[in-house]
């Protein structure tokens, strides 16, 4: 199971929107209904931001949406604020042996 | 309030072996799966490995299977992983992290680091 591909880095302006993509295949992405998208700053535990494609958990700012069309799933970062700096990752619940699987990770800057 | 915390991490040979554990607290642990995800240097997360609220059912990614064991035992709300065989691509930050309904990862401890060096 290969891990999912997202941009290396994307970087923004404060009060910007920046969208973040997280290619797969049919087998994860594609076919699955349960894409999700985690916030990492380093040295701190990581943090749920997006389940099942676009619900956003309880607590998480509505600046956060995610969507999907086909292979890919996106997360879109509106109204960018200097807290936002961080690494994200998209996570695929998969159809084959390998249940879970993870993107490359996208180093989000703000300007 | 959910917490997990891991502990167990440490600076190990190649070919050598170290448990982790994570403790949980804040919700019924019996009732969820629990994971092992790890950060190698430099690149991103990686799965390891899942085992059901029951612990009957494990899964494993391809590059641990057969060296890495994942347990639980729910009478003291902790989560295990024996890592035995240990390489120097095993070296990353391990967090535990608690599965909601199977599929994503909605709690997340804040690691416990794994040196694998001679």
């Known amino acids: 199971q290969s891990a999912l591909t997202q941009p290396a880095s994307v970087s923004g302006s404060p009060g910007q929107s920046i969208t973040i993509s997280c290619t797969g295949t049919?087998?994860?992405?594609?076919?699955?209904?349960?894409v999700s998208w985690y916030q990492h700053h380093p040295g701190k535990a990581p943090k749920l931001l997006i389940s099942e494609v676009s619900n956003r958990p309880s607590g998480v700012s509505n600046r956060f949406s995610g969507s999907k069309s086909g292979n890919t799933a996106s997360l879109t970062i509106s109204g960018l604020l200097a807290e936002d700096e961080a690494e994200y990752y998209c996570?695929?619940?998969?159809?084959?042996?390998?249940?879970?699987?993870f993107g490359t990770g996208t180093k989000v800057t703000v300007l | 309030e959910v917490q997990l915390l891991e502990s167990g991490g440490g600076l190990v040979q190649p070919g050598g072996s170290l448990r982790l554990s994570c403790a949980a607290s804040g919700f019924t642990f019996t009732n969820y799966a629990m994971s092992w995800v790890r950060q190698t240097p430099g690149k991103g997360l990686e799965w390891v490995s899942v085992i059901s609220g029951s612990g009957s059912r494990t899964y494993y990614a391809d590059s641990v299977k057969g060296r890495f064991t994942i347990s639980r035992d729910n009478s003291k709300n902790t989560l295990y992983l024996q890592m035995n065989s240990l390489r120097a691509d095993d070296t990353a930050v391990y967090y535990c992290?608690?599965?909601?309904?199977?599929?994503?990862?909605?709690?997340w401890g804040q690691g416990t680091v794994v040196t694998v060096s001679s």
């Open positions: 996570s695929s619940y998969t159809s084959s042996s390998t249940p879970y699987v």
């Open positions: 049919s087998s994860d992405v594609g076919g699955s209904k349960y």
């Open positions: 992290a608690k599965v909601e309904w199977g599929y994503y990862f909605d709690y």
